[in-house]
């Protein structure tokens, strides 16, 4: 059991790059998430998906798109990267909604990106 | 709209010395509310939560948390740090109309001295 894996663990771009980071998930979980994590700003949310074939946007959606591919499975795509998408991007899962469980989140071990 | 604070940007406190955490708590309704903790270069771990009932929960590595409704506050605590529990805490908040979401605060890093 592997709970929440991610790839790649670090990235470097150049400013108009694009790339995927990867998330899957083995715990049968039903919503999954994607956040960014910079200095002094805590997490934040970017996307969520509650259920395969759903997604919404969060609190920093724009530069970036989502695509949940199974339930497994939720990539985070970066079109043209900026350098202001310089973050360390973590994704988390969690079992299904209506209940206080929903909250405990499990979380990747991060990828570090840098665009330049 | 929902959100926690966090006051202290670091705490320090020494090894074997009780160590308190704060964050306080702006929601509308009742309040789920989440420490989670980060170790260097990993993910963040679920450590305690409080839906209802005892103002005092209890979490995993001998952490606590006191929720105070009328300070609007849910401080962590451990009587007695260890080094090891030197690491990056997050208070958060469930998000807005009772969706799956967490509102996290900006963190607190807990710096324990031998």
């Known amino acids: 059991n592997a709970g929440v894996t991610q790839t790649p663990k670090f990235q470097v771009l150049k400013t108009g790059q694009s790339m995927t980071l990867q998330c899957a998930q083995d715990m049968n979980h039903n919503s999954m998430y994607w956040y960014r994590q910079d200095p002094g700003m805590g997490l934040r949310l970017i996307y969520y998906?509650?259920?395969?074939?759903?997604?919404d946007k969060g609190e920093v959606p724009n530069g970036y798109n989502v695509s949940r591919l199974n339930k497994r499975e939720f990539s985070l795509r970066l079109e043209s990267a900026a350098p202001s998408q310089t973050s360390v991007y973590f994704c988390?899962?969690?079992?299904?909604?209506?209940?206080?469980?929903?909250?405990?989140?499990?979380f990747g071990p991060g990828t570090r990106l840098t665009v330049t | 709209a929902q959100s926690v604070a966090q006051p202290e940007d670091q705490v320090n406190v020494a090894e074997g010395n009780p160590l308190t955490v704060k964050c306080t708590y702006s929601?509308?309704?009742?309040?789920?509310l989440f420490w989670y903790v980060q170790y260097p270069n990993r993910g963040l771990q679920f450590l305690l939560k409080?839906?209802?009932?005892?103002?005092l929960v209890k979490g995993s590595y001998g952490f606590e948390a006191e929720f105070n409704k009328s300070q609007t506050s849910f401080h962590l605590k451990k009587p007695s740090a260890l080094v090891s529990d030197s690491a990056l805490y997050f208070c958060a908040v469930r998000g807005p109309y009772n969706t799956d979401k967490l509102i996290f605060g900006t963190g607190t890093r807990l710096q324990v001295f031998p």
């Open positions: 988390a899962s969690t079992v299904a909604s209506g209940g206080a469980a929903a909250y405990e989140q499990y």
């Open positions: 929601v509308s309704g009742n309040p789920y």
């Open positions: 409080y839906i209802t009932g005892d103002n």
């Open positions: 998906s509650a259920s395969e074939g759903t997604t």
